[in-house]
């Protein structure tokens, strides 16, 4: 089992629940995110350490799935929420070490 962690732009979280509604999907979960990282002009510099001047609104996507069927999901987030463009967000492919049906 693994936890597929996506973080997507708030415009695209739409399609990719679409893209999902009928994968093989354990269980999924949504919520609101801010944060930023290779955006410019979001960074700037205060003595040593860096501070962010605004955060960009993200939505996460948190999927539950089996092992066998992740290249397929995967692919089904890969092929809705990529734009090539910055921004564009992460994907966090993590094993699920317990897991509790119920």
């Known amino acids: 089992m693994k936890e597929v962690i996506a973080i997507v732009k ?10 999902l509604k009928f994968a093989p999907l354990e269980a999924c979960t949504v919520r609101e995110v801010k944060g930023y990282g290779r955006q410019k002009s979001y960074l700037d510099q205060y003595g040593d350490s860096e501070y962010s001047l605004a955060f960009l609104p993200k939505i996460e996507i948190q999927l539950w799935v089996d092992d066998a069927r992740l290249e397929e999901v995967l692919a089904r987030v890969l092929a809705v929420a990529r734009t090539g463009r910055i921004g564009d967000g992460k994907i966090f492919v993590v094993p699920a070490t317990e897991y509790l049906p119920g």
């Open 10 to 19: 708030p415009f695209l979280a739409e399609r990719v629940l679409e893209a």
